[in-house]
């Protein structure tokens, strides 16, 4: 079953615009990570943010986490073309163990010049 | 540095028939994730191997299965192929200890099965 949900499914922008994507997770963890996956293919890492940290930049890039209500956002500002693409949380588990990370459906992005 | 490699890109079977999907990870990563994308599904976790051995698996039939060969590359077979198994197979590597403890995962840029 998924442990992350995302929200929207799919969002479509302007260039230059700003795009925001939010997660929803149901068990404690240890991290939350976002990837991003173009056409279909190998899904690249973008950032990780751990459990006792509340916001994470990096580039354009700025991650929230309210581990309260069990929730993440991922910001792009300044939206291009090339940022086209689908966007997944992934969750590591409190313990992770031999527990792998689990994934959300993903935020499809499409940015129009 | 090479990332992680999967072959074949793409593979045709029919249904009933086997397929055998392959991965390398990063030179130096001992643990290797399989995951099953089908369309409109996201990601879901089939296998998990490190050194040689399997350490944890998904919820699927066991007619999906794998190994890890001893220079860490691994194959996914899938028997008695159904339609429902067409997807995109994704490999993934890490260290064993970056993963024991969930972090990041560098993927393959998978393999697209389709069965008729």
């Known amino acids: 079953s998924q442990q992350g949900e995302e929200d929207p499914q799919a969002l479509s922008i302007q260039e230059g615009e700003n795009a925001t994507m939010n997660c929803s997770y149901k068990t404690s963890i240890n991290n939350l990570q976002w990837y991003r996956q173009n056409s279909g293919r190998g899904l690249v890492h973008l950032i990780l943010i751990r459990s006792n940290e509340r916001e994470k930049h990096s580039g354009r890039l700025r991650v929230t986490l309210d581990t309260s209500k069990k929730s993440s956002s991922l910001l792009i500002t300044a939206s291009r073309a090339a940022d086209t693409a689908s966007y997944f949380c992934?969750?590591?588990?409190?313990?992770?163990?031999?527990?792998?990370?689990?994934f959300g459906k993903g935020t499809r992005l499409s940015v129009i010049a | 540095e090479a990332g992680v490699t999967q072959s074949p890109t793409h593979l045709i079977k029919t249904r009933g028939q086997q397929a055998t999907l392959r991965c390398s990870p990063i030179s130096g990563h001992t643990s290797v994730y399989w995951y099953q994308q089908a369309l409109g599904l996201g990601l879901q976790f089939l296998l998990w191997y490190d050194e040689g051995e399997e350490r944890n698996r998904g919820n699927f039939p066991p007619r999906f299965s794998g190994r890890q060969f001893p220079n860490y590359s691994s194959e996914l077979n899938v028997n008695a192929l159904e339609l429902e198994d067409s997807a995109l197979y994704l490999c993934?590597?890490?260290?064993?200890?970056?993963?024991?403890?969930?972090?990041?995962?560098?993927f393959g840029s998978g393999t697209q099965l389709s069965v008729l």
């Open positions: 992934a969750t590591a588990r409190i313990q992770s163990g031999n527990t792998p990370l689990v």
């Open positions: 993934a590597s890490s260290l064993w200890e970056t993963g024991f403890f969930g972090e990041k995962l560098f």
